[in-house]
Nanobody, 125 residues
Framework: VQLVESGGGVVGVGGSLRLSCEVS????????IAWFRRAPEKEREAILC????????SPADSMKGRFTISRDNAKNTVYLQMIGLKPEDTADYYC???????????????????WGQGTQVSVSS
């Protein structure tokens, strides 16, 4: 099982980025994938999860209306689209799975799952 994030970078306030999480070693169609982030000196924060049936969770209030998650099973890839970026979005972003189908309690379940190495997002003011 392998997850590889990409698409991070430096962007100005109000900018957009699309992060990708390419998976291998399992069939993406059947499993839920989640995005998390960790800002410097802060706890890991859950962003969004998408189930095998394309149901998505709601993001935290700070991300509502700005972050969306999607998947392309044919490309073995899950995306995190981010718009209206703010300096407080600066963090390392990770995707994860515990090879479950749904997103129930995903924050806790995926702590013991499989994680990518992360991609860094820096929003400059």
């Amino acid at each position: 099982v392998q997850l590889v994030e990409s698409g991070g970078g430096v962007v100005g306030v109000g900018g957009s980025l699309r992060l990708s999480c390419e998976v291998s070693g399992f069939t993406l169609d059947y499993y839920a994938i989640a995005w998390f982030r960790r800002a410097p000196e802060k706890e890991r924060e859950a962003i969004l999860c998408i189930s095998s049936s394309d149901e998505t969770t709601s993001p935290a209030d700070s991300m509502k209306g700005r972050f969306t998650i999607s998947r392309d099973n044919a490309k073995n890839t899950v995306y995190l689209q981010m718009i209206g970026l703010k300096p407080e979005d600066t963090a390392d972003y990770y995707c994860a799975t515990d090879l479950s189908e749904d997103c129930t309690n995903y924050y806790y379940r995926m702590m013991g799952g499989y994680w990518g190495q992360g991609t860094q997002v820096s929003v400059s003011s």
